[in-house]
């Protein structure tokens, strides 16, 4: 289904709507496009919310808590589907097989936003209480994962077909080195895409004029 960049982040409505509160003589126009446009942006709205008056915001607190509700609502519903299309046991070599299948909803790359945005596979096998596998795993304060970012921006998680240690975690992102190959992100010191392999909409063409710009790596 063709979309727009609109239909999500402006959702119509066929209500007619004067589109200007000092002209009420103005024909009224439908369909009429409501101005939420939200994102995948809840911690700053968060801190604005919670600071309204130190920042001297006009907004109150019930207005950011319903754009926070309408982001939460874009991120859980309009944004990526994860199905578990395969699981099974092998009893000749003793592994067991998952095959997951995740579908981009969005009309353009997922993770989209700031560059350093991720999105990441976090798979759990657990057997009567005991976990025997965990892949994606996050650190006590919640902003690392395990086994990834040890490292800082020094190095970077490749890009996986197979995943088969659990040190081993599948991160969708835009990683951007300088001109001497460090990887960074800071924009202005952005020079050469090393990897980018975030999901792409559907409608993608690697035939497409524009390719260059917006390249797999």
């Known amino acids: ?63 950011f808590d319903s754009t926070i509700s309408r982001t ?26 998952i095959k997951v299948l995740l579908k981009n909803k969005a009309g353009h790359k997922f993770p989209s936003g700031y560059p350093s945005r991720r999105a990441f596979v976090e798979l759990i096998v657990d057997f009567e209480g005991d976990t025997l596998f965990h892949s994606g795993k996050l650190d006590q304060s919640g902003s690392s994962i395990i086994g990834s970012d040890e490292l800082g921006l020094t190095d970077y998680e490749r890009h996986y077909d197979v995943i088969t240690d659990e040190s081993q975690v599948q991160i969708y992102e835009l990683v951007a080195t300088d001109v001497s190959t460090s990887p960074t992100n800071i924009l202005m010191r952005a020079a050469i895409a090393v990897k980018d392999n975030r999901l792409v909409p559907f409608g993608f063409s690697m035939n497409h004029t524009a390719y260059d710009t917006t390249r797999v790596e």
């Open 1 to 63: 289904l063709e979309e727009s960049c609109q239909s999500c982040h402006m959702p119509r409505i066929s209500d007619p709507v004067i589109i200007s509160s000092g002209y009420a003589f103005l024909e009224p126009r439908t369909p009429y496009g409501l101005h939420t446009l939200v994102g995948g942006n809840t911690t700053m709205l968060e801190i604005m919310r919670d600071n309204v008056e130190g920042l001297g915001l006009t907004a109150s607190e019930e207005q």
């Open 72 to 97: 939460m609502n874009m991120l859980l519903e309009r944004t990526i589907d994860l199905d578990i299309i395969e699981s099974e046991f092998s009893s000749e070599i003793g592994k067991h097989r």
